[in-house]
């Protein structure tokens, strides 16, 4: 695992921020770390980059103990960290504050050159090459602290929010970058707010509100939360349909809505087929046959709210 966590927590005075976090990250994945604002999102990056240490509990990247000093340099050298608010030299053109932090990194000259010409062109940034930062947007800005962040080839990127703020197109060349980086081999470690962004960039999900609420695919977050459900349109929902297949053995829940029946199962793959059949067998004409999609922020707020309650 690239990264590892083992009931990582965090403390600020008398309060918890985080708390018994324990999650693994494999190489190449891109891991969505979601959650309500302070919910522990940055704290835990942080902990994770060495620039806070854990009260309790332990981590490693790429195998290095974050609780060691030795280690921190090392994992530094191989991590990529995107902050929230990034800071630039405003007078300095967009080449000589990329070159600036790379020369922290001891990256030479040429592979400098090179990560920087590549990474303008990805981001859609390379006619600004010689423009000042003081004159650009936080779109702008976002794209180039990201670049600035791979000045080194980082194997591990940390990135805390990269498309707040930005515009949709400019949130689409960030998200296609991410991607490409995925591709590249990198693991990606993404905090954000955007569901739809998590769902479509992210191999796994973890919601966190101090302690980890869940942690799966989005795939089956949904399914957890909400179950799968067949929804079955028909030219009338006649009483023997209804009757024939509450019935049966695989519907866990039924419910009518107008010219439709939307039927909780627990394996429509296996089970549609079944379902279908009876359905015609006690007369019932089907129009169409969908499954119920929920959305990510349906999920989420279902989450995070039934756990306000308890
Ligand atoms: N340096 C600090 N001193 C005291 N409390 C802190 C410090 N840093 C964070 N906290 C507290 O820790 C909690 C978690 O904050 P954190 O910034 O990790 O949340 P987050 O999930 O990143 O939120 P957001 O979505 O708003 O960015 C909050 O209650 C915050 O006030
Ligand atoms: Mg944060």
Known sequence: MVIETSSLGRRFGNSAAVEGVSISVGKGEVFGFLGPNGAGKTTTVRMLTCLISPSSGTATICGYDIRDRKSAALIRRRVGILTESPGFYETLTVRKNLRFFADLYHVDRRKANEAIERYLKLFGLYDKKDRVVGGFSKGMR???????????????????EPTAGLDPESARVVR????????????????THNLDEAERLCDTVAIINRRILYAGSPGSLKDSVYGRKLVVRLEEVIPSVYKAVSHMSMVEAIE????RIILQVSDPDRHCPDIINEIIRAGGRI???GELRHSMEDVYIKLIGDRCEL
Do not use: W, Y
Not at 142 to 160: G, N, S, T, W
Not at 176 to 191: H, P, V, Y
């Open 142 to 160: 976002q794209k180039l602290a990201l670049i600035r962040c791979l000045m080194h080839e980082p194997e591990v990127l940390f990135l805390d």
């Open 176 to 191: 296609d970058a991410i991607l490409s980086l995925k591709k590249e081999g990198r693991t990606i470690f993404l905090c």
């Open 287 to 289: 129009r169409s046959v």
């Open 256 to 259: 009518k809505n107008d010219d």
